[in-house]
């Protein structure tokens, strides 16, 4: 399967787009949740039913348990994939706009290229560092140069939190290169969500415990989109991409996702779009480009 995805890039190309639209739409339903519920309720409830969605594919595929010996590896997964990235980038965005959020988090792609040089040994040629500057020079863009002056203590704390998250994503992409390849992407995605699941509840037990729910259409609606397409269905690909093509290149194809959040943002939300954030999102799909064309030499 790896061969032949590898030998048909618009496959591997496809796969990118659509991972990249969902979790760039998905912003908007996060951000819309926290009009009925607490940000740690509303992932509880994402990820609760995209563990549940998963594990029903394990079971409808009759895929099995994973060796006993990999469990440890998932619980970690988990917590740096799931519990940590989205119990820290739903509380932030109580604090940050929903576009800057998305723009934050996927700051993922310098961390996880710093990772996979640094512990994994993987080769970054001149092509992709230059793409990846390119595409981070893109999100300061976007994000505007306010971010470098004094700004309100809350939104610093939750703008550290979500890139916080951002690396601990990319500490979750190594850590999967390292221990778990050579596991099913199903499994691992399913397992991983579910123990990561867990952490979630924990953490909405102690931190709001008796809040108000608002269950009804809307927001029933937001937890199934986020939980059955964004969660359970895109980190499956995620993985599948992980596994088939090197980590500079995937993770820095996620740069995409803001460029999509920021779109739906404007299309749905009103959000404006202001110059600074369409002459950044031309930056990140030029570094996109850039790393394609001229980072092929010595791809691993």
Known sequence: MRHSMLQNK???????????LIWGYAWVFMKGS??????????????GTGAATL?????LLKSGKPPR?????????GIL?????????MYGMQFVDAGKSSVLLYSMPLWSSIFAVKILGEKITSGKV??????????VTILGWDIFFVQNPAVIFGELLIIVAAVSWAAANVYYRMKLEGMTQLQVSAYQMLFGTIGIIIATLFAEW???????????????FTGVLASALCFTV????LSIIDMVSATLSTLLVPVFGLFFGWLILGEELTNSILIGSVMIIAGIGVAQIFGKSKTT
């Open 238 to 241: 995620w993985f599948v991409l």
């Open 130 to 139: 230059l793409g990846l500057v390119i595409g981070m020079l893109g999100l």
């Open 81 to 89: 994939q799931t519990t940590i990235v989205f119990t820290f980038v």
């Open 10 to 20: 618009w496959i591997v190309w496809g796969l990118i787009l659509l991972i990249t």
């Open 55 to 59: 594990l029903l594919a394990v079971w």
């Open 210 to 224: 008796g809040d108000p729910v608002q269950l009804n259409g809307e927001s029933i609606f937001y937890i199934l």
């Open 34 to 47: 926290l009009n009925f519920m607490g940000p740690f309720t509303f992932s509880a409830f994402r990820f």
């Open 69 to 77: 010996d990999m469990w440890k590896h998932l619980i970690v997964i």
